[in-house]
């Protein structure tokens, strides 16, 4: 026996949803309908709604012919979603769960329910069109897209990614880095999204190399950054790459361009002043040496080991006798050396690189206690590469041969660095050469590279 659930009237007329009962045998009318299903339909009354065919109601005829179909066969249906059309002739959704009811002598009626379900099909359109529009943009932008979980393991990616790995989309879900690039490579990319997990910071444009399925290194630029859920807590990271290789390219031709143009001041200098060449040559293998100590990119080791060859060359402006002078020099000859700094700055200061190369070399003479040339600056002020060129500087002239004095030796050069580490010279550069030299036997290690 089907239960049966009775309700008063005046509270049917307060209900929030339409109710209706309608007789399909003998004769097809309206038995009920209350006052919400006939608002929702643009009726005047129930009265009036009454005195439609429940049928016309239908937007679609084949709409109502399968809603009926169903009805026989099965003897109830629920939240059949169909378009309506209400008196004024306006569409909407409905939503109607009914059942057939055959009573003795042959009569047969509907009843059910019928929700106005317009603004919840106006906001699934709406989703489903962001959603098209988000995966079109996914789909179409030539850059490689990642979601990552919080155990780095891929949740999805963008086609561009996947054409990359040579997988569907969907293959590609649940790996990890580790599955698509050399051990030592993808540990560096893990180790980033785990500092944006951790520290909920993104990584903006950082520019690296990677290895792709060819076998052929390309550069790329990555932004990384932390993905929320709905009560702030981070779930996981997104990634955007974007291959860079062609770009690059014509910045190094660019940049050979420019570092051709050097060589050839470099190899003048050589001509008049062979020591001075050689030493920069030693200088920039150092402080290669330690920019690569210090993890650097390529970009920047070109940077240091570009200052290296050149930080000396404004000395091809002071009289070689003053160069080459045994013993002490006088305040004013000591004076005209020193400005080989600024002269070599006025040299390259208008040439455009991608690293601070007119800047190092001005201050490859300061110390960090304040008591270098030509500014005086103290530890803060003096970038980074210049502390290591003044560093590396120090150990080449010390180590090496002279035409005014014999070398003074490694030791002697150490001693010098421990004595000024932490005062003239930066500590942490001082280790890295203490380091490099126990590395290679306790040898320089810039001879014969
Ligand atoms: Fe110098
Ligand atoms: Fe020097």
Request: glycine share 6%; with cysteine.
């Given at each position: 026996?089907?239960?049966?659930?009775?309700?008063?009237?005046?509270?049917?007329?307060?209900?929030?949803?339409?109710?209706?009962?309608?007789?399909?045998?003998?004769?097809?009318?309206?038995?009920?309908?209350?006052?919400?299903?006939?608002?929702?339909?643009?009726?005047?009354?129930?009265?009036?709604?009454?005195?439609?065919?429940?049928?016309?109601?239908?937007?679609?005829?084949?709409?109502?012919?399968?809603?009926?179909?169903?009805?026989?066969?099965?003897?109830?249906?629920?939240?059949?979603?169909?378009?309506?059309?209400?008196?004024?002739?306006?569409?909407?959704?409905?939503?109607?769960?009914?059942?057939?009811?055959?009573?003795?002598?042959?009569?047969e009626y509907v009843e059910g329910i019928i929700e106005n379900i317009s603004k919840h099909k106006e906001m699934e359109e709406k989703l489903a069109l962001e959603k098209d529009f988000l995966q079109s943009l996914l789909d179409n932008i030539p850059d490689a897209i990642y979601f990552k979980d919080?155990?780095?393991?891929?949740?999805?990616?963008?086609?561009?990614?996947?054409?990359?790995?040579?997988?569907?989309?969907?293959?590609?879900?649940?790996?990890?880095?580790?599955?698509?690039?050399?051990?030592?490579?993808?540990?560096?990319?893990?180790?980033?999204?785990?500092?944006?997990?951790?520290?909920?910071?993104?990584?903006?444009?950082?520019?690296?190399?990677?290895?792709?399925?060819?076998?052929?290194?390309?550069?790329?630029?990555?932004?990384?950054?932390?993905?929320?859920?709905?009560?702030?807590?981070?779930?996981?990271?997104?990634?955007?790459?974007?291959?860079?290789?062609?770009?690059?390219?014509?910045?190094?031709?660019?940049?050979?361009?420019?570092?051709?143009?050097?060589?050839?001041?470099?190899?003048?200098?050589?001509?008049?002043?062979?020591?001075?060449?050689?030493?920069?040559?030693?200088?920039?293998?150092?402080?290669?040496?330690?920019?690569?100590?210090?993890?650097?990119?390529?970009?920047?080791?070109?940077?240091?080991?570009?200052?290296?060859?050149?930080?000396?060359?404004?000395?091809?402006?002071?009289?070689?006798?003053?160069?080459?002078?045994?013993?002490?020099?006088?305040?004013?000859?000591?004076?005209?050396?020193?400005?080989?700094?600024?002269?070599?700055?006025?040299?390259?200061?208008?040439?455009?690189f991608p690293f601070s190369l007119a800047e190092t070399i001005y201050q490859h003479h300061e110390r960090i206690d304040g008591s270098g040339y030509p500014r005086g600056l103290s530890m803060d002020k003096v970038i980074l590469e210049a502390r290591i060129l003044a560093v590396s500087d120090v150990?080449?002239?010390?180590?090496?041969?002279?035409?005014?004095?014999?070398?003074?030796?490694?030791?002697?050069?150490?001693?010098?660095?421990?004595?000024?580490?932490?005062?003239?010279?930066?500590?942490?550069?001082?280790?890295?050469?203490?380091?490099?030299?126990?590395?290679n036997d306790k040898k320089p290690f810039w001879i014969n590279n």
């Amino acid at each position: 026996m089907k239960d049966t659930f009775y309700i008063n009237l005046s509270t049917a007329d307060h209900l929030g949803i339409g109710l209706f009962k309608y007789a399909l045998v003998p004769e097809e009318k309206f038995l009920f309908a209350n006052s919400t299903l006939a608002q929702m339909l643009a009726y005047f009354s129930k009265k009036e709604l009454k005195n439609d065919k429940f049928a016309d109601l239908f937007f679609a005829y084949k709409d109502k012919e399968e809603f009926l179909s169903i009805l026989k066969r099965d003897g109830s249906i629920k939240f059949f979603e169909t378009l309506f059309k209400d008196k004024t002739g306006k569409k909407l959704w409905v939503a109607i769960t009914a059942s057939r009811v055959a009573e003795e002598g042959n009569s047969e009626y509907v009843e059910g329910i019928i929700e106005n379900i317009s603004k919840h099909k106006e906001m699934e359109e709406k989703l489903a069109l962001e959603k098209d529009f988000l995966q079109s943009l996914l789909d179409n932008i030539p850059d490689a897209i990642y979601f990552k979980d919080r155990n780095n393991r891929i949740v999805k990616v963008n086609k561009f990614y996947a054409q990359g790995a040579g997988l569907d989309p969907d293959q590609i879900v649940g790996k990890t880095d580790f599955d698509f690039f050399p051990w030592d490579q993808a540990q560096k990319m893990v180790d980033d999204d785990n500092y944006v997990l951790n520290t909920g910071k993104p990584i903006i444009g950082k520019i690296e190399r990677t290895i792709l399925r060819n076998g052929t290194w390309n550069q790329v630029i990555t932004t990384k950054m932390p993905m929320y859920d709905r009560s702030g807590n981070i779930i996981g990271t997104m990634g955007v790459t974007r291959d860079m290789t062609a770009y690059a390219n014509l910045e190094r031709e660019r940049l050979e361009m420019l570092i051709n143009g050097l060589t050839v001041l470099a190899k003048a200098l050589e001509m008049r002043d062979p020591y001075t060449f050689t030493h920069n040559r030693n200088v920039a293998i150092i402080a290669e040496k330690i920019g690569r100590a210090l993890g650097w990119d390529e970009n920047r080791i070109l940077g240091i080991r570009l200052a290296g060859e050149l930080h000396d060359l404004g000395k091809i402006s002071i009289p070689l006798d003053i160069l080459n002078k045994p013993g002490k020099l006088s305040d004013l000859e000591y004076e005209l050396v020193k400005e080989h700094v600024s002269r070599c700055y006025d040299l390259i200061k208008d040439m455009k690189f991608p690293f601070s190369l007119a800047e190092t070399i001005y201050q490859h003479h300061e110390r960090i206690d304040g008591s270098g040339y030509p500014r005086g600056l103290s530890m803060d002020k003096v970038i980074l590469e210049a502390r290591i060129l003044a560093v590396s500087d120090v150990l080449e002239s010390m180590t090496s041969h002279r035409p005014y004095r014999e070398a003074l030796g490694l030791d002697k050069a150490l001693e010098e660095l421990k004595q000024g580490s932490g005062t003239k010279y930066d500590s942490k550069i001082v280790e890295a050469i203490f380091s490099l030299i126990d590395g290679n036997d306790k040898k320089p290690f810039w001879i014969n590279n």
